[in-house]
């Protein structure tokens, strides 16, 4: 199958090279067209002049972009192009109704939906060790399953179309937490005046041992925040957590907390940073 991307920021970018790598891709394109003519360069695919131009191209159109009125223009300009029986697979992460309405608006042209957001960092999107959880018909993933299979190693169909999102709202409050967790308790050791390098091997080796701890605890304390996850973009997923946690008459006191310090810190100029830079708000003066 042929297939073309939209989006190439710091996850489509690697999601692109191993498409690419595996031989599936043959068009990218990214609203900054340098970007996409440079990487277009590097893997010998075309780059496309617009969306259109990518859709008529291939099989299977993968998105990968930041927001949901994002992902409802490109189905918009696309769909009218885009041949029956193609597919459109949305890795980006939006709303559970963002995904329901792509999926309405591809089928009346005959063209298969799924939403499968992401979840490994740009360390999993670049080493294609992702986990992806995905929404909607198993016949459309069964066509599918080997593109995918060329960015991620864990692929799990969860349901329905927008099963794939509720399921990364799940991850994203989850990572929420652990943030928290991790960058509160570095702080408690850091006030005592433990040797905190020690301390992060030692805990990441018992119970409390987590992806996070293991892989940001070390920088953090260096004050590193070089991006594996944008804090300004984790907020934007929360936001859409916590309207889906209030839709269910559910109240998750972290996820606020976490929404209200990264308005902070993006208040302050840290947005772009990496998500550990909750730890400037935690660590002991």
Same mark, same amino acid.
């Given at each position: ?18 498409? =690419?790598? &595996? ?79 792509? /999926? ?11 939403? =499968? ?7 999993? /999107? ?20 080997? *593109?995918? &299979?060329?960015?991620?190693? #864990? ?29 509160? =308790? *570095?702080?408690?050791?850091? &006030?005592?005046? *433990?040797?905190? =390098? ?31 996850? #944008?804090? &300004? ?11 889906? /946690? ?35 708000? #935690?660590?002991?003066?």
């Amino acid at each position: 199958m042929k297939a073309g991307l939209i989006g190439l920021g710091a996850m489509g970018a690697p999601m692109a090279r191993n498409l =690419a790598k &595996a031989g599936f891709l043959t068009a990218v394109y990214n609203r900054t067209e340098a970007k996409a003519h440079r990487l277009a360069q590097e893997l010998a695919v075309c780059c496309a002049p617009s969306p259109k131009d990518l859709a008529q191209r291939v099989d299977v159109v993968f998105l990968c972009v930041s927001k949901d009125i994002d992902v409802l223009a490109l189905v918009e300009k696309i769909c009218p192009v885009l041949k029956a029986g193609s597919i459109v697979v949305d890795m980006s992460t939006v709303g559970c109704e963002t995904a329901q309405r792509a /999926a309405a608006l591809l089928a009346e042209q005959g063209v298969g939906f799924l939403d =499968a957001p992401v979840s490994g960092g740009v360390e999993g /999107a670049k080493n294609g060790t992702l986990s992806i959880m995905v929404g909607g018909e198993e016949k459309y993933l069964e066509q599918v399953e080997p *593109l995918l &299979a060329a960015m991620g190693d #864990k692929i799990i169909h969860m349901g329905p179309v927008g099963a794939g999102q509720a399921t990364k709202a799940v991850n994203q409050v989850m990572a929420a937490g652990i943030n928290q967790a991790v960058t509160a =308790a *570095l702080a408690l050791g850091q &006030a005592q005046g *433990l040797p905190m =390098a020690q301390v992060v091997d030692v805990v990441s080796g018992g119970a409390a041992g987590n992806w996070f701890l293991a892989h940001r605890g070390k920088t953090m304390l260096q004050g590193v925040y070089e991006p594996g996850f #944008k804090l &300004a973009l984790h907020h934007k997923d929360l936001k859409i957590c916590q309207a889906m /946690a209030t839709a269910q008459g559910l109240s998750i006191d972290f996820l606020d907390q976490t929404l209200t310090d990264y308005q902070q810190l993006m208040a302050e100029g840290y947005g772009d940073e990496d998500i550990s830079a909750l730890y400037r708000l #935690k660590r002991p003066d």
